[in-house]
Protein backbone atom coordinates (compact mmCIF):
# COMPACT_ATOMS: atom_id res chain seq x y z
CA UNK A 1 0.00 0.00 0.00
CA UNK A 2 1.42 3.55 -1.01
CA UNK A 3 1.29 6.12 1.63
CA UNK A 4 -1.32 9.73 0.95
CA UNK A 5 -0.09 12.50 1.69
CA UNK A 6 -2.33 15.05 2.82
CA UNK A 7 -2.16 18.53 2.66
CA UNK A 8 -3.91 22.17 2.20
CA UNK A 9 -3.53 24.70 -0.70
CA UNK A 10 -4.43 28.00 -0.22
CA UNK A 11 -6.69 29.67 -2.80
CA UNK A 12 -4.13 31.60 -4.73
CA UNK A 13 -1.96 28.17 -5.26
CA UNK A 14 -5.42 26.90 -6.08
CA UNK A 15 -6.25 29.31 -8.97
CA UNK A 16 -2.05 29.21 -9.48
CA UNK A 17 -2.43 25.33 -10.10
CA UNK A 18 -5.87 25.56 -12.69
CA UNK A 19 -5.33 28.67 -14.14
CA UNK A 20 -7.42 27.46 -17.03
CA UNK A 21 -10.70 27.57 -15.36
CA UNK A 22 -10.39 31.44 -14.57
CA UNK A 23 -9.38 31.74 -18.41
CA UNK A 24 -5.45 31.66 -18.75
CA UNK A 25 -5.00 28.98 -20.31
CA UNK A 26 -2.28 29.87 -22.90
CA UNK A 27 -0.27 33.42 -23.63
CA UNK A 28 -3.19 34.67 -26.17
CA UNK A 29 -6.08 33.69 -24.21
CA UNK A 30 -3.79 35.15 -21.14
CA UNK A 31 -3.17 38.39 -22.24
CA UNK A 32 -7.60 38.74 -23.77
CA UNK A 33 -8.19 37.92 -20.19
CA UNK A 34 -6.19 40.55 -18.59
CA UNK A 35 -7.10 43.18 -20.77
CA UNK A 36 -10.88 42.13 -19.94
CA UNK A 37 -10.30 41.80 -16.16
CA UNK A 38 -8.24 45.23 -16.09
CA UNK A 39 -10.88 47.27 -18.05
CA UNK A 40 -14.01 45.46 -16.34
CA UNK A 41 -12.65 46.76 -13.18
CA UNK A 42 -11.83 50.19 -14.69
CA UNK A 43 -15.21 50.51 -15.77
CA UNK A 44 -16.87 49.37 -12.54
CA UNK A 45 -14.96 51.80 -10.76
CA UNK A 46 -16.59 54.73 -12.81
CA UNK A 47 -20.23 53.63 -14.12
CA UNK A 48 -21.32 52.03 -11.18
CA UNK A 49 -20.69 54.75 -9.38
CA UNK A 50 -22.32 57.59 -12.05
CA UNK A 51 -18.96 59.00 -13.23
CA UNK A 52 -18.79 59.17 -16.85
CA UNK A 53 -15.96 56.65 -17.95
CA UNK A 54 -12.68 57.66 -19.18
CA UNK A 55 -10.33 54.13 -19.94
CA UNK A 56 -7.40 54.31 -21.68
CA UNK A 57 -5.61 50.76 -22.71
CA UNK A 58 -1.95 50.40 -23.41
CA UNK A 59 -0.56 47.32 -24.46
CA UNK A 60 3.54 47.41 -25.29
CA UNK A 61 5.85 45.02 -26.21
CA UNK A 62 8.19 45.10 -23.38
CA UNK A 63 11.32 42.79 -24.04
CA UNK A 64 12.92 42.58 -27.27
CA UNK A 65 13.36 38.53 -27.46
CA UNK A 66 10.57 37.24 -25.67
CA UNK A 67 6.86 37.80 -25.87
CA UNK A 68 6.05 39.88 -22.94
CA UNK A 69 3.20 42.00 -22.73
CA UNK A 70 3.26 45.40 -20.49
CA UNK A 71 -0.36 45.87 -20.44
CA UNK A 72 -1.20 49.47 -18.91
CA UNK A 73 -5.42 50.45 -18.07
CA UNK A 74 -6.35 54.07 -16.64
CA UNK A 75 -9.49 55.14 -15.42
CA UNK A 76 -11.47 58.10 -13.94
CA UNK A 77 -12.95 56.22 -11.37
CA UNK A 78 -12.98 56.11 -7.34
CA UNK A 79 -9.60 55.13 -6.68
CA UNK A 80 -8.57 52.67 -3.94
CA UNK A 81 -7.58 53.78 -0.06
CA UNK A 82 -3.99 52.96 0.22
CA UNK A 83 -4.52 50.46 2.99
CA UNK A 84 -6.92 48.38 0.41
CA UNK A 85 -4.63 48.30 -2.31
CA UNK A 86 -2.11 45.66 -1.38
CA UNK A 87 -5.25 43.00 -0.96
CA UNK A 88 -7.12 44.04 -3.67
CA UNK A 89 -4.15 43.26 -5.94
CA UNK A 90 -2.45 40.80 -3.78
CA UNK A 91 -5.20 38.48 -2.25
CA UNK A 92 -6.79 35.80 -3.76
CA UNK A 93 -10.60 36.01 -3.28
CA UNK A 94 -10.59 39.57 -1.82
CA UNK A 95 -13.64 42.16 -3.08
CA UNK A 96 -15.44 45.21 -2.35
CA UNK A 97 -17.98 43.65 -4.90
CA UNK A 98 -19.15 40.44 -2.27
CA UNK A 99 -22.43 42.45 -2.06
CA UNK A 100 -26.00 42.34 -3.40
CA UNK A 101 -25.38 45.15 -6.53
CA UNK A 102 -24.70 44.35 -9.82
CA UNK A 103 -21.31 44.82 -10.93
CA UNK A 104 -19.00 43.25 -13.71
CA UNK A 105 -16.54 41.73 -11.28
CA UNK A 106 -17.74 39.18 -8.68
CA UNK A 107 -15.51 36.96 -7.92
CA UNK A 108 -12.90 38.67 -6.49
CA UNK A 109 -10.67 36.89 -8.47
CA UNK A 110 -9.58 38.66 -12.06
CA UNK A 111 -6.70 41.01 -11.17
CA UNK A 112 -5.24 38.52 -8.95
CA UNK A 113 -5.26 35.96 -11.73
CA UNK A 114 -3.62 38.33 -13.98
CA UNK A 115 -0.93 39.19 -11.43
CA UNK A 116 -0.41 35.39 -10.65
CA UNK A 117 0.38 34.92 -14.24
CA UNK A 118 2.59 37.55 -14.69
CA UNK A 119 4.43 35.67 -11.60
CA UNK A 120 4.75 32.75 -13.34
CA UNK A 121 5.69 34.23 -16.75
CA UNK A 122 7.78 37.11 -16.20
CA UNK A 123 8.31 37.42 -12.84
CA UNK A 124 7.12 41.14 -12.92
CA UNK A 125 5.27 42.44 -10.25
CA UNK A 126 2.06 44.56 -10.78
CA UNK A 127 1.92 48.51 -10.42
CA UNK A 128 -0.58 50.54 -8.93
CA UNK A 129 -1.14 54.51 -9.00
CA UNK A 130 -4.33 55.41 -7.59
CA UNK A 131 -6.11 58.57 -5.98
CA UNK A 132 -9.27 59.08 -4.25
CA UNK A 133 -11.41 62.59 -5.65
CA UNK A 134 -10.89 63.95 -1.63
CA UNK A 135 -7.39 63.02 -1.41
CA UNK A 136 -4.27 65.32 -1.91
CA UNK A 137 -1.60 62.44 -2.22
CA UNK A 138 -1.41 60.43 -5.00
CA UNK A 139 -0.15 56.40 -4.30
CA UNK A 140 2.37 54.33 -5.78
CA UNK A 141 2.58 50.39 -5.54
CA UNK A 142 4.58 47.45 -6.49
CA UNK A 143 2.43 44.26 -5.49
CA UNK A 144 3.32 40.59 -5.40
CA UNK A 145 2.08 37.54 -4.48
CA UNK A 146 2.78 35.31 -1.49
CA UNK A 147 1.27 31.74 -3.22
CA UNK A 148 1.32 29.51 -0.56
CA UNK A 149 -0.06 32.38 1.99
CA UNK A 150 -2.17 33.95 0.03
CA UNK A 151 -0.79 37.19 0.95
CA UNK A 152 0.48 40.53 -0.57
CA UNK A 153 3.70 41.11 -0.78
CA UNK A 154 4.61 45.15 -0.82
CA UNK A 155 7.87 45.38 -2.74
CA UNK A 156 7.82 48.82 -3.12
CA UNK A 157 5.23 52.24 -2.13
CA UNK A 158 5.72 55.66 -2.08
CA UNK A 159 3.72 58.87 -2.43
CA UNK A 160 3.16 62.20 -3.85
CA UNK A 161 1.46 65.71 -4.08
CA UNK A 162 -1.49 66.03 -6.37
CA UNK A 163 -0.15 69.03 -8.73
CA UNK A 164 -4.24 68.54 -10.50
CA UNK A 165 -7.65 67.11 -9.40
CA UNK A 166 -6.83 63.82 -10.36
CA UNK A 167 -8.70 60.80 -9.50
CA UNK A 168 -8.53 56.73 -10.63
CA UNK A 169 -6.77 54.20 -10.85
CA UNK A 170 -3.79 53.07 -13.18
CA UNK A 171 -2.23 49.27 -13.05
CA UNK A 172 0.20 47.84 -15.16
CA UNK A 173 1.30 44.76 -15.65
CA UNK A 174 3.89 42.67 -17.61
CA UNK A 175 2.74 39.03 -18.61
CA UNK A 176 4.08 36.49 -21.06
CA UNK A 177 1.43 36.76 -24.60
CA UNK A 178 0.91 36.17 -27.41
CA UNK A 179 -0.37 39.16 -29.18
CA UNK A 180 -0.60 37.82 -32.80
CA UNK A 181 -2.91 35.24 -31.78
CA UNK A 182 -4.81 37.41 -29.26
CA UNK A 183 -5.51 40.46 -31.46
CA UNK A 184 -8.48 40.28 -33.12
CA UNK A 185 -10.43 38.78 -29.56
CA UNK A 186 -9.01 41.79 -27.78
CA UNK A 187 -9.91 44.48 -30.51
CA UNK A 188 -13.12 42.77 -30.73
CA UNK A 189 -13.84 42.60 -26.52
CA UNK A 190 -12.77 46.24 -27.13
CA UNK A 191 -15.27 46.89 -29.60
CA UNK A 192 -18.27 45.19 -28.10
CA UNK A 193 -17.73 46.79 -24.34
CA UNK A 194 -17.74 49.82 -26.60
CA UNK A 195 -20.78 48.89 -28.20
CA UNK A 196 -23.19 49.29 -24.59
CA UNK A 197 -20.66 52.41 -23.51
CA UNK A 198 -21.67 54.99 -25.62
CA UNK A 199 -21.49 56.78 -23.11
CA UNK A 200 -17.74 56.33 -22.40
CA UNK A 201 -14.38 57.65 -23.85
CA UNK A 202 -12.39 54.43 -24.63
CA UNK A 203 -9.14 54.51 -26.01
CA UNK A 204 -6.74 51.82 -26.99
CA UNK A 205 -2.82 51.93 -28.20
CA UNK A 206 -1.94 48.24 -29.66
CA UNK A 207 1.80 47.05 -29.97
CA UNK A 208 1.34 47.63 -33.73
CA UNK A 209 1.05 51.23 -33.05
CA UNK A 210 -2.56 51.40 -33.69
CA UNK A 211 -4.37 53.65 -31.98
CA UNK A 212 -8.80 53.13 -32.08
CA UNK A 213 -10.75 55.56 -30.50
CA UNK A 214 -14.77 55.11 -29.26
CA UNK A 215 -15.71 58.82 -28.52
CA UNK A 216 -18.22 59.13 -26.17
CA UNK A 217 -21.94 59.97 -27.72
CA UNK A 218 -23.83 60.29 -24.80
CA UNK A 219 -24.20 61.80 -21.48
CA UNK A 220 -27.02 59.19 -20.55
CA UNK A 221 -25.72 56.68 -18.10
CA UNK A 222 -27.25 53.60 -16.77
CA UNK A 223 -29.01 54.32 -12.96
CA UNK A 224 -26.28 52.87 -10.71
CA UNK A 225 -27.45 49.69 -8.93
CA UNK A 226 -27.84 50.26 -5.24
CA UNK A 227 -26.86 47.74 -2.49
CA UNK A 228 -29.59 45.75 -1.25
CA UNK A 229 -30.24 43.30 1.51
CA UNK A 230 -31.15 39.81 0.96
CA UNK A 231 -34.49 38.78 0.29
CA UNK A 232 -36.09 35.93 2.54
CA UNK A 233 -36.80 33.75 -0.36
CA UNK A 234 -32.88 33.43 -0.85
CA UNK A 235 -32.31 32.30 2.99
CA UNK A 236 -30.58 29.33 4.43
CA UNK A 237 -29.27 28.25 8.16
CA UNK A 238 -25.74 28.88 7.61
CA UNK A 239 -26.88 32.88 6.27
CA UNK A 240 -28.91 33.55 9.36
CA UNK A 241 -26.59 32.01 12.03
CA UNK A 242 -23.75 34.65 10.03
CA UNK A 243 -25.90 37.37 9.70
CA UNK A 244 -27.36 37.08 13.99
CA UNK A 245 -23.35 36.50 14.82
CA UNK A 246 -21.97 39.20 13.09
CA UNK A 247 -25.01 41.85 14.19
CA UNK A 248 -25.80 43.45 17.34
CA UNK A 249 -29.55 43.16 16.96
CA UNK A 250 -31.10 42.09 21.26
CA UNK A 251 -33.98 40.32 19.78
CA UNK A 252 -34.60 37.87 16.91
CA UNK A 253 -37.62 40.73 15.51
CA UNK A 254 -35.06 43.17 15.28
CA UNK A 255 -33.13 40.38 13.33
CA UNK A 256 -35.19 40.11 10.54
CA UNK A 257 -36.40 43.44 10.02
CA UNK A 258 -32.70 44.93 9.90
CA UNK A 259 -31.13 42.71 7.58
CA UNK A 260 -34.28 41.62 5.31
CA UNK A 261 -35.51 43.21 2.25
CA UNK A 262 -39.59 43.16 2.74
CA UNK A 263 -39.77 42.31 5.98
CA UNK A 264 -41.30 44.60 8.01
CA UNK A 265 -42.38 44.79 11.86
CA UNK A 266 -45.76 43.16 11.46
CA UNK A 267 -44.25 40.54 8.83
CA UNK A 268 -41.71 39.80 11.22
CA UNK A 269 -44.23 39.10 13.84
CA UNK A 270 -46.22 36.90 11.75
CA UNK A 271 -43.40 34.71 10.97
CA UNK A 272 -42.26 34.46 14.00
CA UNK A 273 -45.39 33.30 15.21
CA UNK A 274 -45.81 30.84 12.04
CA UNK A 275 -42.37 29.47 13.87
CA UNK A 276 -43.64 29.66 17.25
CA UNK A 277 -40.52 31.44 18.18
CA UNK A 278 -40.93 34.34 21.05
CA UNK A 279 -40.11 37.62 18.58
CA UNK A 280 -38.14 39.19 22.47
CA UNK A 281 -35.95 36.15 21.92
CA UNK A 282 -32.33 36.29 22.08
CA UNK A 283 -31.23 35.67 18.72
CA UNK A 284 -27.86 33.63 19.80
CA UNK A 285 -29.87 31.62 22.32
CA UNK A 286 -31.83 30.39 19.77
CA UNK A 287 -31.35 26.25 19.17
CA UNK A 288 -30.73 25.14 15.47
CA UNK A 289 -34.38 23.67 15.26
CA UNK A 290 -35.66 27.05 15.66
CA UNK A 291 -33.62 28.82 13.48
CA UNK A 292 -34.46 25.49 10.58
CA UNK A 293 -38.40 26.10 11.47
CA UNK A 294 -37.68 30.20 10.52
CA UNK A 295 -36.30 29.40 7.73
CA UNK A 296 -38.61 27.18 6.40
CA UNK A 297 -41.12 29.60 7.31
CA UNK A 298 -39.87 32.39 5.60
CA UNK A 299 -39.32 30.37 2.10
CA UNK A 300 -42.64 28.93 2.26
CA UNK A 301 -44.15 32.40 3.21
CA UNK A 302 -46.20 33.78 -0.08
CA UNK A 303 -46.88 37.25 1.07
CA UNK A 304 -43.56 39.07 0.55
CA UNK A 305 -42.92 41.58 -1.78
CA UNK A 306 -40.80 40.02 -4.98
CA UNK A 307 -36.70 40.89 -4.33
CA UNK A 308 -35.94 44.62 -5.11
CA UNK A 309 -34.42 45.34 -8.35
CA UNK A 310 -32.51 48.76 -7.31
CA UNK A 311 -29.35 46.62 -7.11
CA UNK A 312 -29.54 45.97 -10.66
CA UNK A 313 -28.30 48.32 -13.12
CA UNK A 314 -29.73 47.89 -17.34
CA UNK A 315 -28.31 49.59 -19.93
CA UNK A 316 -31.75 50.85 -20.99
CA UNK A 317 -33.18 51.74 -24.17
CA UNK A 318 -31.79 55.08 -24.80
CA UNK A 319 -28.11 53.73 -24.47
CA UNK A 320 -28.80 50.32 -26.37
CA UNK A 321 -30.00 52.52 -29.41
CA UNK A 322 -26.99 55.08 -29.10
CA UNK A 323 -24.44 51.86 -29.10
CA UNK A 324 -25.57 50.38 -31.72
CA UNK A 325 -25.92 53.41 -34.01
CA UNK A 326 -22.34 54.65 -33.29
CA UNK A 327 -21.18 51.31 -34.18
CA UNK A 328 -23.33 50.36 -37.41
CA UNK A 329 -25.52 53.08 -38.59
CA UNK A 330 -28.38 50.97 -39.32
CA UNK A 331 -31.14 51.89 -41.18
CA UNK A 332 -33.58 50.89 -38.06
CA UNK A 333 -32.58 50.47 -34.70
CA UNK A 334 -34.72 50.00 -30.86
CA UNK A 335 -34.43 48.15 -28.11
CA UNK A 336 -36.94 47.33 -25.21
CA UNK A 337 -36.05 46.27 -21.53
CA UNK A 338 -37.89 44.05 -19.89
CA UNK A 339 -39.63 44.37 -16.09
CA UNK A 340 -37.52 42.96 -13.42
CA UNK A 341 -38.20 39.12 -13.01
CA UNK A 342 -37.14 36.61 -10.56
CA UNK A 343 -35.10 33.42 -10.39
CA UNK A 344 -34.07 31.24 -6.82
CA UNK A 345 -34.97 34.58 -5.33
CA UNK A 346 -32.27 36.59 -7.21
CA UNK A 347 -33.61 39.87 -9.03
CA UNK A 348 -33.01 39.88 -13.47
CA UNK A 349 -33.66 42.12 -15.92
CA UNK A 350 -33.39 40.63 -19.99
CA UNK A 351 -32.60 43.89 -22.37
CA UNK A 352 -32.74 43.18 -26.29
CA UNK A 353 -31.72 45.62 -29.42
CA UNK A 354 -31.89 45.23 -32.95
CA UNK A 355 -30.14 46.85 -35.80
CA UNK A 356 -30.83 46.37 -39.08
CA UNK A 357 -29.69 47.58 -42.39
CA UNK A 358 -27.30 50.87 -43.23
CA UNK A 359 -23.61 49.42 -42.11
CA UNK A 360 -24.72 46.31 -40.84
CA UNK A 361 -22.95 43.56 -41.94
CA UNK A 362 -24.34 40.69 -43.57
CA UNK A 363 -25.23 37.37 -40.70
CA UNK A 364 -24.46 34.04 -40.89
CA UNK A 365 -26.79 31.83 -42.91
CA UNK A 366 -28.54 30.63 -39.94
CA UNK A 367 -29.16 33.30 -37.65
CA UNK A 368 -28.15 37.44 -36.81
CA UNK A 369 -24.92 38.18 -35.43
CA UNK A 370 -25.37 37.83 -32.10
CA UNK A 371 -23.92 40.35 -29.71
CA UNK A 372 -24.84 38.52 -25.60
CA UNK A 373 -24.06 40.34 -22.97
CA UNK A 374 -24.66 39.51 -19.06
CA UNK A 375 -23.74 42.24 -16.71
CA UNK A 376 -22.52 45.14 -19.27
CA UNK A 377 -19.60 42.09 -19.92
CA UNK A 378 -19.16 41.03 -23.70
CA UNK A 379 -18.91 37.53 -23.61
CA UNK A 380 -17.29 36.13 -27.13
CA UNK A 381 -16.26 32.43 -26.26
CA UNK A 382 -18.35 29.49 -26.10
CA UNK A 383 -21.39 31.03 -27.82
CA UNK A 384 -22.74 27.16 -28.37
CA UNK A 385 -23.25 26.16 -24.70
CA UNK A 386 -24.91 29.93 -24.05
CA UNK A 387 -28.63 30.25 -23.58
CA UNK A 388 -29.21 33.30 -25.66
CA UNK A 389 -27.67 31.48 -28.57
CA UNK A 390 -30.18 28.70 -28.10
CA UNK A 391 -33.03 30.58 -27.52
CA UNK A 392 -32.23 32.62 -30.77
CA UNK A 393 -31.72 29.74 -32.94
CA UNK A 394 -34.65 26.94 -31.70
CA UNK A 395 -37.35 28.95 -30.11
CA UNK A 396 -37.71 32.30 -32.61
CA UNK A 397 -39.31 32.03 -35.60
CA UNK A 398 -37.63 34.68 -38.05
CA UNK A 399 -39.84 34.65 -40.69
CA UNK A 400 -42.78 35.51 -38.44
CA UNK A 401 -40.80 38.70 -38.36
CA UNK A 402 -40.36 39.17 -41.97
CA UNK A 403 -36.44 38.06 -41.70
CA UNK A 404 -34.73 35.67 -43.79
CA UNK A 405 -30.75 34.95 -43.35
CA UNK A 406 -28.52 35.69 -44.18
CA UNK A 407 -29.27 39.35 -43.30
CA UNK A 408 -28.06 42.63 -42.27
CA UNK A 409 -28.90 42.14 -38.42
CA UNK A 410 -27.49 42.91 -35.30
CA UNK A 411 -29.33 41.54 -32.15
CA UNK A 412 -28.15 42.19 -29.10
CA UNK A 413 -28.99 40.69 -25.40
CA UNK A 414 -28.07 41.85 -21.99
CA UNK A 415 -29.02 39.42 -19.36
CA UNK A 416 -28.23 41.57 -16.06
CA UNK A 417 -28.96 40.24 -12.59
CA UNK A 418 -26.77 40.40 -8.97
CA UNK A 419 -25.96 36.87 -9.94
CA UNK A 420 -25.77 35.90 -13.69
CA UNK A 421 -26.01 32.18 -13.91
CA UNK A 422 -22.69 31.99 -15.78
CA UNK A 423 -21.73 27.78 -16.31
CA UNK A 424 -18.15 28.90 -15.19
CA UNK A 425 -15.39 31.79 -13.61
CA UNK A 426 -14.21 32.70 -16.71
CA UNK A 427 -17.72 34.45 -17.49
CA UNK A 428 -18.31 33.24 -21.01
CA UNK A 429 -21.84 31.51 -21.39
CA UNK A 430 -24.91 31.59 -18.93
CA UNK A 431 -26.84 28.34 -17.86
CA UNK A 432 -30.31 27.37 -18.60
CA UNK A 433 -32.41 28.68 -15.88
CA UNK A 434 -36.25 28.66 -17.17
CA UNK A 435 -37.14 31.75 -15.89
CA UNK A 436 -34.17 33.78 -17.58
CA UNK A 437 -34.56 32.02 -20.70
CA UNK A 438 -38.62 33.09 -20.94
CA UNK A 439 -37.49 36.10 -20.46
CA UNK A 440 -35.13 36.36 -23.10
CA UNK A 441 -37.15 34.46 -25.78
CA UNK A 442 -40.22 37.95 -24.87
CA UNK A 443 -37.63 40.46 -25.08
CA UNK A 444 -36.25 39.25 -28.31
CA UNK A 445 -40.20 38.84 -29.85
CA UNK A 446 -40.57 42.08 -28.75
CA UNK A 447 -38.29 43.74 -30.85
CA UNK A 448 -38.23 41.80 -33.82
CA UNK A 449 -41.94 42.55 -33.86
CA UNK A 450 -41.12 46.53 -33.90
CA UNK A 451 -38.63 45.48 -36.81
CA UNK A 452 -41.26 43.53 -38.39
CA UNK A 453 -43.57 47.17 -38.04
CA UNK A 454 -41.04 48.99 -40.02
CA UNK A 455 -40.08 46.52 -42.94
CA UNK A 456 -44.31 46.42 -43.20
CA UNK A 457 -44.67 50.02 -43.31
CA UNK A 458 -41.40 49.94 -45.72
CA UNK A 459 -43.13 47.63 -47.70
CA UNK A 460 -46.43 49.46 -47.85
CA UNK A 461 -44.97 52.70 -49.04
CA UNK A 462 -42.60 50.97 -51.65
CA UNK A 463 -45.43 49.35 -52.92
CA UNK A 464 -47.45 52.95 -53.22
CA UNK A 465 -44.94 54.68 -55.02
CA UNK A 466 -44.87 51.61 -57.62
CA UNK A 467 -48.71 52.58 -58.25
CA UNK A 468 -47.64 56.32 -58.62
CA UNK A 469 -44.97 55.77 -60.91
CA UNK A 470 -46.66 53.43 -63.32
P1 LIG B 1 -13.54 41.71 -8.43
O1 LIG B 1 -13.50 42.69 -9.57
O2 LIG B 1 -14.27 40.45 -8.80
O3 LIG B 1 -14.01 42.29 -7.14
P2 LIG B 1 -10.64 41.85 -8.66
O4 LIG B 1 -9.58 40.93 -8.17
O5 LIG B 1 -10.65 42.12 -10.12
O6 LIG B 1 -12.03 41.25 -8.16
O7 LIG B 1 -10.52 43.24 -7.89
C1 LIG B 1 -10.49 43.26 -6.47
C2 LIG B 1 -10.98 44.59 -5.90
O8 LIG B 1 -10.04 45.61 -6.17
C3 LIG B 1 -12.28 45.09 -6.50
O9 LIG B 1 -13.41 44.51 -5.84
C4 LIG B 1 -12.19 46.60 -6.27
O10 LIG B 1 -12.63 46.92 -4.97
C5 LIG B 1 -10.69 46.86 -6.33
N1 LIG B 1 -10.28 47.40 -7.65
C6 LIG B 1 -9.63 46.74 -8.63
N2 LIG B 1 -9.39 47.55 -9.69
C7 LIG B 1 -9.91 48.76 -9.38
C8 LIG B 1 -10.00 50.03 -10.05
N3 LIG B 1 -9.51 50.21 -11.29
N4 LIG B 1 -10.61 51.06 -9.39
C9 LIG B 1 -11.13 50.89 -8.15
N5 LIG B 1 -11.07 49.72 -7.47
C10 LIG B 1 -10.48 48.66 -8.07
MG1 LIG C 1 -12.48 42.39 -11.33
Known amino acids: ?107 GLGVKMAVLYGQMTTGRPIEVITSKREYRRIYFFKIRIDINKNEPVVLERGSWRKQRDWHGTIVSLTIEGDWGKAKARIKEYINRTATVTPYANIVMYTPDNEVTLYKRVIETMPRPPKEVKPHPYGVDLEMLKMIIESGKEPTILEVLVENFQSVGEV ?80 PFIVEAGIAYGGKVPLSEADKPILLRYANKIPLLYDEGSDVITSVVKEDIAWDNYMVAFPAQLVLLVHVCSTKVPFKGVGKESIADVPEVRREIKLAISEVARRLRGYLTAKQKELETQRKVVH
Open 267 to 346: TAKDLLSKAGIDPSSNPRNLKEDDLLRLINTMKSYNQFKPPSSSAISPLGVEVIKAGLTRMFEPEFVDAVTRKPSTYEGH
Open 1 to 107: ETVEKYKAISPAEFFYKYKEIAGFANPARALYQTVRELVENALDATDSHGILPDIKVVIQRADPVQEFYRVTVEDNGIGIPPDIVPNAFGRVLFSSKYVLRQTRGMY
